[in-house]
T-cell receptor, first 113, second 109 residues
Framework: DGGITQSPKYLFRKEGQNVTLSCEQN?????MYWYRQDPGQGLRLIYY???????QKGDIAEGYSVSREKKESFPLTVTSAQKNPTAFYLC????????????FGDGTRLSIL | GEDVEQSLFLSVREGDSSVINCTYT??????LYWYKQEPGAGLQLLTY?????DMKQDQRLTVLLNKKDKHLSLRIADTQTGDSAIYFC?????????FGAGTRLTVKP
């Protein structure tokens, strides 16, 4: 079955530590996205990638980094510079970048120890 | 603030119809979407409507689009307890996609 896989489902970070969230898709989609979701709020775009080896900052990129070395994979690193990282992180992909529905993974919940 | 606005809560009785409303601000939006999110899960695409359509029906779901008022609604007929979730409206432009804050639908038996 085609889909988007995010791992791990739960992740804990210590102060001053970088952590990486995994996102893999087998839908052959060109575009991939990372969103942050806080309780009672909508989705805020962190980074997106329209194609392999290219990515752009979203609305709240500070304290995060990404890479897109393979079409299937778009990992997100939450760096120690992100002072309030506790949130639910959602990865999505779409066939193309313009006017295409986005399909979502099941999310990773990141908490601070 | 949000470009897409939704009321935060809706409560209905099982078997009734639910209507979730959304307003958007960009008249150039090409597609408008409804997503469903269950607790601890990602967003599931329910349905979408192209901006040149007024209505789309898919089984128990009916989407109405009033482009003049930039108003989108999702009607769920014969609402079941399994429909309890957060529903997100989203608008898609040529190079962007914006989500509302979500409406939490509670279905009471």
């Amino acid at each position: 079955d085609g889909g988007i896989t995010q791992s791990p489902k739960y992740l804990f970070r210590k102060e001053g530590q970088n952590v990486t969230l995994s996102c893999e898709q087998n839908l052959n989609h060109d575009a991939m996205y990372w969103y942050r979701q806080d309780p009672g709020q909508g989705l805020r775009l962190i980074y997106y990638s329209q194609i392999v080896n290219d990515f752009q900052k979203g609305d709240i990129a500070e304290g995060y980094s990404v890479s897109r070395e393979k079409k299937e994979s778009f990992p997100l690193t939450v760096t120690s510079a992100q002072k309030n990282p506790t949130a639910f992180y959602l990865c999505a992909s779409s066939m193309g970048f313009s006017n295409q529905p986005q399909h979502f993974g099941d999310g990773t919940r990141l908490s601070i120890l | 603030g949000e470009d897409v606005e939704q009321s935060l809560f809706l409560s209905v009785r099982e078997g009734d119809s639910s209507v979730i409303n959304c307003t958007y601000t960009d008249s150039s939006s090409t597609y408008l979407y409804w997503y469903k999110q269950e607790p601890g899960a990602g967003l599931q695409l329910l349905t979408y409507i192209f901006s040149n359509m007024d209505m789309k029906q898919d089984q128990r779901l009916t989407v109405l689009l009033n482009k003049k008022d930039k108003h989108l609604s999702l009607r769920i007929a014969d609402t079941q307890t399994g429909d309890s979730a957060i529903y997100f409206c989203a608008e898609s432009m040529s190079n962007d996609m914006r989500f509302g804050a979500g409406t939490r639908l509670t279905v009471k038996p």
